[in-house]
């Protein structure tokens, strides 16, 4: 028989994976003495039992009546006692955090009966009368999906008719008056009356909160964070303590650290008389945490004293959830707190300093997708008019057009508008167009609202309560002072780090952090700020652990300039395709239509100094770095006009009786000679080489010509030739040759002591290539892999098609969680990289193996990379920081 009850004292902070979060941290914080109501967790191995099997294991049942019988034992009180009852909350919490995409249902046991005995006990029939509406609204909502806004609107109603400004101001016969028609929703829209029995209760809501684990909402958030959709969640059952019990009882949120800064301080919000989630919703103005201090001073004291406690196990920033039951602390729930990129870093150093951590730990501790958030633009100063004002709860400049619902921005950000999703306050079911949107901007609610939460945990810009506008989802308007300021469709900027509206599009400009990796602000400059100095610490450890080498993908000089200032040790991949067009496409059109060897090579001739300037510009900027040059890849074709453009032009012409010119037929001709069905599968790569005469020997002529020219002038080129597309180690070897006279007819031409160090080597993007490596990498002297090419070959997709075609569904069904262009598919091309690897080496040690594909600068990629042995990643230069940073985490 399984055991799938823990008690909280069993369990530690270790066992995420069994116990979910929320219950390993809660049974951490029981062990460590601080004060958390009993109770017990279910075990994810329970939620994946009921997923499989459509029902609960059979041993559940009396695990669950053990379990609670020993909660009863400690508190002294039985669950459905009609004098003094027991009563639990029943949590989600699953192994990674989901803020707030879950369900929770508290005051479970309550009924018509123990109500009394409730009231009585505590002697607050106001208090009793609260705790039941407050069941009857969650269990309605959540156990039996009614629809929220039932409750609400009743609730509303009695309000409106007792003339209460909120819930505080409703006296105990208004609350027995909205339990009275709460049971009444639930009777008629249920079809059957809220079940008396506690038990039953129980049950219907552990159920309820496994199957939340696949409402639509946390489908889309696991989709969006690349979370398993088998890992399941947990369920908590703790017993209740009171928030609202009476005017020295209260309910908040805290952390330890400001998540935005890093600083220490006091952090968070509260409510006095008050339960649970109504902080978080944002129903009630919630009160700065300070001010506790002198509401309820010891409960306040306690509460720091924890915090430190926290501070000093974790060694890092946590969050927390606590409640006070007249004047005691309670701890509902903590966690290593969700924050933002720049708090990040900032934390990571700050500990360091503090010496709670080491330096590799603290390399642990941010990431490369953090490191991304902090290059994003922000906006360029100067003088402007604010519009409104609200929090900055998750930083970054995000321009948009406002609209009102997150549907409509979900369909508006499919036909390619930027939106900013603009609510009173957002709820769970706003994700999917919080994802879409560039930003989400709300008037009400805290920097611990739903809107914030959410916004922080995904890294999307938000600002929170900016209570001075006055959405109007209905006339989709937004007013301020009753006059209109935006409607749906206007342009609004927000910039989440000071909360800041305004009307219009605000220019961008490079963040500080971009400044500092392009090399534009050092960070010993007085003007940079402690972010940038712990950015440049964390940089510098990151590259003093790190193995692998990090290179760029650059095509230009220019490029190359800014690809070293970043941080890049040389060019995994310089494409000479880039070098073909503008204003060369004549002379390559010239290459293309050559009737005869003399007009070939006449045209070959043409494009050859301008290929060698090229080249020679690229040396230079690189110094003595590695620069990898790939000969000419892509099919022909795309050189020259549209097949269906061109023949459409000719017909039209002829149609209005012009004369076609000889040039045009010839044109047409070619293109229909040189058409494909398939031109990735085509005619391209070494195969041009092979088809075309003196095509690359034009371009290794022209690359040996720049690196002796860059020579002469006292540089120190390193130059890597790559070809492109080789399957068989034959076609390698014909290149070679020809590369070989090439190089022979350049060095005797240049005289004495004209030396080159030109290496030559290959892709390897198909999978024969990948499996014939050993026999290659005798003819190679480096590969390169090219995972977008090996990709698509290996899986059989066609880049261009699928990510706009049937990988929507096949997310959507789970068949692949990540676009596999995205992030490598370590299974399978990743178990031809390990064969290539291997057979490679194994008969050229001497082998240099390298990635120049996208996934150069993916983060989980780079983790591959380094953990196959690989000696370099080559990626866009904006992403070289963030691949220096990964390959030093890879190491750790
Ligand atoms: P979430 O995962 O959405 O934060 P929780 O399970 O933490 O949901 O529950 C939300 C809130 O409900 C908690 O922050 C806490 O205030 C309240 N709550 C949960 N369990 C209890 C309990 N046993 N006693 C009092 N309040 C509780
Ligand atoms: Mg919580
Ligand atoms: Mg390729």
Request: hydrophobic share 40%.
């Amino acid at each position: 028989m399984s055991t799938f009850v823990h008690p909280f004292r069993e369990g530690s902070k270790d066992q995420k994976d069994l116990l979910g979060g929320k219950g390993a941290n809660l049974a951490e914080m029981t062990r460590l003495g601080l004060p958390v109501p009993p109770g017990f967790t279910i075990t994810t191995d329970a939620c994946r039992y009921v997923m499989h099997h459509g029902q609960n294991p059979p041993e559940l049942a009396d695990q669950v009546t053990a379990a609670l019988e020993d909660v009863a034992q400690q508190i002294g009180r039985r669950f459905g006692d009609r004098e003094d009852p027991l009563l639990v909350s029943v949590r989600s919490g699953a192994a990674i955090s989901m803020p707030g995409m879950m369900e929770t249902v508290l005051n479970v046991g309550l009924n018509d009966e123990t109500v009394q005995g409730l009231a009585a006990q505590s002697g607050s029939e106001r208090f009793a009368q609260d705790s039941y509406r407050r069941l009857l609204q969650m269990y309605g909502a959540t156990v039996l999906g009614i629809e929220a806004s039932t409750f609400e609107e009743s609730l509303e109603a009695v309000r409106e008719e007792r003339g209460a400004a909120d819930d505080a101001g409703l006296d105990a016969g208004a609350l027995e008056e909205i339990v009275g028609r709460y049971k009444q929703i639930i009777e008629r829209e249920n079809g059957s009356p809220f079940p008396q029995d506690p038990r039953e209760q129980l049950r219907g809501s552990i159920s309820a909160v496994f199957e939340s684990w696949n409402a639509p909402r946390a489908v889309i958030y696991r989709n969006a964070e690349h979370i398993d959709h088998e890992l399941g969640t947990a369920v908590n059952v703790v017993a209740m303590v009171f928030g609202n019990l009476d005017e020295r009882s209260a309910t908040g949120v805290a952390f330890t650290r400001d998540p935005s800064t890093g600083e220490h301080g006091i952090y968070g919000d509260f409510l006095v008389g008050a339960q649970g989630e109504d902080v978080v919703a944002g129903i009630r103005n919630t009160r700065s945490l300070e001010e506790l201090g002198e509401v309820l001073p010891d409960a306040y004291q306690e509460l720091l004293r924890t915090m430190d406690v926290l501070e000093e196990h974790y060694r890092d920033l946590c969050d927390i959830e606590f409640t006070i039951e007249s004047g005691k602390l309670w701890m509902l729930q903590t966690r290593v707190g969700k924050r933002t990129a720049a708090a990040a870093f900032l934390i990571a150093t700050t500990l360091v300093d503090e010496g709670a951590i080491d330096e590799r730990e603290a390399l642990t501790r941010v990431s490369g997708a953090q490191l991304t958030r902090l290059m994003f633009p922000r906006f360029a100063s100067g003088e402007r008019e604010v519009l409104a004002r609200g929090m900055g709860a998750s930083p970054g400049a995000a321009v948009g057009e406002v609209v009102f619902d997150s549907e409509t921005v979900i369909a508006r950000a499919q036909e390619g508008h930027e939106c900013l999703l603009v609510r009173r306050e957002t709820n769970p079911d706003d994700l999917g167009g919080m994802l879409a949107a560039e930003g989400v901007l709300t008037s009400r609610g805290g920097k611990t609202s739903h809107a914030a939460v959410v916004a922080r945990g995904l890294g999307k810009t938000c600002v929170c309560g900016a209570e001075s506008l006055d959405v109007d989802p209905k006339a989709r308007e937004i007013r301020m002072n009753g006059e209109v300021v935006a409607r749906e469709g206007d342009v609004l900027s927000i910039d989440g780090a000071t909360g800041e509206v305004f009307a219009g599009r605000i220019p961008v400009e490079p963040s500080e952090v971009a400044q500092y990796l392009e090399g534009d602000l050092a960070a010993d400059d007085p003007r940079a700020s402690a972010l940038v100095r712990s950015v440049d610490r964390l940089m510098g450890v990151a590259d003093e652990v790190r193995r692998m080498q990090v290179r760029a993908n650059a095509d230009t000089a220019a490029d190359a300039q800014r690809a070293r200032q970043m941080g890049a040790q040389g060019i995994g991949l310089a494409r000479t395709e880039h070098i073909f067009l503008g204003e060369r496409r004549a002379q390559v059109e010239k290459l293309i239509l050559a009737g005869d060897p003399a007009e070939r090579e006449e045209a070959l001739a043409e494009l050859l100094p301008a290929q060698r300037a090229d080249f020679a510009g690229l040396l230079r900027a690189m110094g003595d770095l590695p620069v990898t040059i790939r000969l000419l890849d892509p099919p022909l074709h795309e050189f020259l006009p549209d097949l269906t453009d061109l023949s459409v032009r000719i017909a039209r012409a002829e149609e209005a009786g012009r004369r076609i010119e000889p040039h045009e037929r010839k044109v047409l001709a070619a293109v229909e000679r040189l058409h494909e069905q398939n031109p990735m599968l085509g005619l391209r790569g070494v195969r041009l080489g092979l088809t075309i005469p003196g095509l690359f020997g034009m371009q290794v002529r022209a690359i040996l010509e720049a690196e002796l020219e860059v020579r002469a002038d006292g540089g120190d080129p390193h130059v890597e030739i790559m070809i492109p597309l080789v399957g068989s180690v034959r076609e390698l070897r014909a290149i070679r040759h020809e590369i070989d006279d090439v190089t022979e007819e350049v060095t005797a031409g240049a005289g004495d002591g004209a030396e080159l160090t030109t290496r030559i080597g290959t892709m390897i993007e198909l999978p024969r290539a990948a499996l014939r490596a050993g026999e290659i990498a005798e003819a190679a002297e480096f590969f390169s892999f090219g995972t977008n090419d090996l990709t698509q070959t290996t899986w059989g997709f066609s880049r261009d098609d699928v990510e706009a075609g049937f990988f929507f569904t096949y997310k959507e069904r789970g068949i692949l969680s990540d676009s596999p262009f995205e992030s490598l598919d370590q299974y399978g091309v990743g178990e031809l990289l390990r064969i290539a690897a291997e057979r490679g080496r194994a008969t050229n040690p001497d082998l240099t193996l390298g990635v120049c594909g996208e996934h150069g600068g993916d983060p989980a990629s780079i983790h591959f990379f380094h953990s196959l042995g690989l000696d370099y990643v080559s990626c866009s230069p904006f992403r070289v920081p963030v691949a220096r940073l990964e390959c030093g985490r890879a190491t750790l």
